[in-house]
């Protein structure tokens, strides 16, 4: 029997997660269940369908332009065109098939186009499904910084199928994991030692082992979501190790690093510096580095100015009234937000992740 989805709320009411392997295979009956009606018109990028497409019917959906380069509201702009052609009004439904980067730049044509239709996720990522299809965040990056143009949409529904991974290459599935490592560093340890324990399982995708962990990461996102939907509290937990990443992706150009990877070297300068305020305990820090090198390598960052890193993180969208919310964690499945961290201490996290001091 099914699980049953899991449940968000929203100001706009309650969502579900449906996490279940070939759920994609039969999206129109899962669509039906959860009461999502409407006209129905799938956008993703020739890439992802490729993958995916067969698995979804007989659809001519609407392909854009894909990757991080590509999330740009000139992107946005062409997807609007072709809702147009489609003559999609407010009662249709927008089904967003694809990793974090379809995801956030299609529920963005969906939040704004027609000030606001409905929206399905249909993610085909790990990272995208444990974490960026979950909770309303839509939007797309500008030139010196990442996301900050966006808006919060909730979707009507977000399908999880595990088997949608399996057309991942090596280096974007593990990516996609240093997401898993988040949420067991600052949410529930308990799942670092089953990630660690079940690593061969869930790397060869063999048996259950990689739904559990993606259901487990899922109804940690909806408790979170649903207690803080807007970011101003709990949420603001889920930002480790992106401070740090989603910096480093602006300054190497969004096109050298996995959004994962680059979370993944967030996640090291967040211990080193957590570690180096007596903040996170020394043995979690160890346990937590150990899991991100048995899912790496990571890239080498060794060319990038910690300089050019830290004006970058000072246009990050977590600063408020000037002051930076940096998230370490601090062991047993807690966090804290430190918002006096200078740019020495920054300078000392970055070079311990082997960025150039200057």
């Known amino acids: 029997m099914a699980a049953s989805p899991i449940e968000v709320r929203s100001q706009h009411g309650v969502y579900g997660v449906v996490v279940a392997r070939a759920a994609r295979t ?8 959860a009461g999502v009606g409407g006209a129905v018109v799938m956008v993703s990028s020739r890439r992802v369908w490729t993958a995916q497409g067969a698995h979804l019917g007989r659809v001519t959906p609407i392909l854009v332009a894909d990757g991080e380069r590509a999330k740009t509201l000139a992107t946005v702009a062409t997807v609007y065109d072709a809702l147009l052609e489609a003559r999609v009004d407010r009662g249709s ?11 956030d730049m299609v529920g963005f044509a969906a939040a704004t186009f027609l000030r606001g239709v409905r929206l399905v ?3 085909t990522t790990v990272m995208a499904q444990v974490d960026s299809a979950i909770g309303g965040k839509v939007g797309v990056n500008l030139a010196r910084g990442k996301n900050l143009v966006g808006a919060f949409h909730p979707p009507a529904l977000v399908v999880v199928d ?5 057309t991942l290459s090596r280096r974007e599935f593990r990516a996609g994991l240093y997401e898993v490592v988040k ?13 660690d324990g079940a690593l061969p399982e869930v790397l060869t995708q063999r048996g259950d082992a990689l739904t559990e962990v993606i259901r487990a990461c899922c109804r940690i996102k909806a408790d979170v979501v649903s207690a803080d939907e807007h970011e101003h509290g709990v949420r603001r937990t889920l930002n480790f190790g992106h401070t740090v990443g989603h910096a480093l992706e602006a300054t190497t150009g969004y096109g050298r ?3 994962g ?9 967040a211990l080193a510096l957590g570690v180096a305020r007596g903040v996170t305990p020394v043995q979690l820090a160890a346990r937590v ?13 060794a060319d990038v100015a910690a300089a050019d890193v830290i004006e970058a993180i000072s246009r990050d969208k977590k600063v408020v009234n000037g002051r930076l919310h940096f998230v370490l964690a601090a062991g047993g499945g807690a966090t804290t937000t430190v918002t006096d961290v200078t740019a020495r201490e920054l300078r000392a996290a970055l070079t311990a992740v082997g960025i150039r001091a200057r």
């Open 26 to 33: 039969r999206l129109r009956a899962v669509l039906a269940e």
């Open 93 to 103: 439904t927008i089904v967003a098939v694809g990793g974090g980067v379809i995801g």
């Open 121 to 123: 996720h249909v993610p």
């Open 162 to 166: 595990p088997d949608a991974l399996a």
């Open 183 to 195: 949420y067991g560093a600052i949410a529930d340890e308990g799942l670092l030692g089953v990630l």
């Open 257 to 259: 690093l996995r959004h």
């Open 261 to 269: 990877e680059a979370v993944g070297l967030g996640m090291r300068a």
């Open 289 to 301: 580095s150990a899991l991100i090198a048995r899912l790496g390598p990571l890239p080498s960052v």
